[in-house]
């Protein structure tokens, strides 16, 4: 990640002014936050909010589950497939996001899997008790 | 110019957030999409000046200035909800 600088003009912007705060690490979540923030405004546009502060809740509770979940599933991204986690960071962070309220049919899918392959172990166990007698 | 292309970019972002507020899964899906991606330069231009030795461009200013400025002209239209055009069911 390139060093935060400031204009010449002298004027910080936002970020420059995270980076000064939060120190070096300001970056990556610099990234990972504005990332999950556009993500989250796809969920926005497709949820039915009355009010702006209902819609400001929709963000920053996506905004803050990206943040929080980001970083492991860019660590496994890179021990699984070798992506660097600088690079995945982003994307992660933009999916997590615009995910928004439609974590039901992820969890469904992931029991569906996690039922599909008990199934298939135990069909596995049988067969070999069955070779056995 | 840096502080001007914030201050341009928050605007940009708060207009397509106030919209998106109002949208919902009627809206037609190119609206909706249109006003992402606003909101999706407008979060990448915030952190621009990360990078190092960035400068925003006059042309890059001007096309700021622009967006902002069709966001401020259209809000009136905004203001009762999503305009029935661009509802699904709505005359195209």
Redesign the interface.
């Known amino acids: 990640?390139?060093?935060?600088?400031t204009?010449?003009?002298g004027?910080?912007?936002?970020?420059?002014v995270a980076?000064a705060l939060l120190g070096p690490l300001a970056?990556p979540y610099?990234?990972i936050v504005?990332?999950a923030?556009?993500g989250s405004?796809?969920a926005?546009?497709?949820?039915?909010?009355i009010?702006?502060s209902?819609?400001?809740w929709l963000?920053l509770r996506c905004t803050t589950l990206a943040v929080v979940l980001t970083s492991g599933v860019s660590e496994y991204l890179a021990s699984a497939y070798g992506v660097a986690p600088g690079d995945s960071m982003a994307p992660v962070a933009l999916a997590i996001g615009a995910l928004g309220n439609g974590w039901k049919p992820v969890f469904s899918a992931l029991s569906d899997g996690v039922a599909m392959l008990a199934a298939r172990l135990l069909k596995k166990a049988e067969g070999a008790e069955g070779a056995e007698k | 110019?840096?502080?001007i292309?914030?201050i341009l970019c928050?605007a940009m972002l708060w207009g397509?957030?106030?919209r998106?507020?109002r949208?919902?899964?009627m809206?037609r899906a190119g609206i909706?999409?249109a006003?992402?991606l606003i909101?999706?330069a407008a979060?990448?231009g915030?952190?621009q000046?990360?990078?190092?030795?960035w400068?925003p461009s006059v042309f890059e200013l001007s096309l700021l200035i622009g967006v902002v400025t069709m966001q401020l002209v259209t809000a009136p239209r905004w203001r009762d909800g999503v305009p029935a055009k661009f509802q699904a069911g709505g005359q195209p």
């Not at chain 1, 004027?11 to 420059?16: G, T």
């Not at chain 1, 926005?44 to 909010?49: A, D, E, F, I």
């Open positions: 990640m390139p060093e935060p600088i204009s010449t003009a004027s910080a912007s936002l970020a420059v980076v970056g610099v990234v504005f990332a923030l556009a405004l796809r926005l546009s497709s949820t039915q909010t009010t702006r209902a819609g400001a963000v | 110019m840096t502080l292309h914030e928050v397509a957030f106030c998106l507020v949208c919902n899964h809206t909706r999409f006003f992402f909101g999706f979060c990448a915030i952190a000046p990360l990078r190092a030795g400068e």
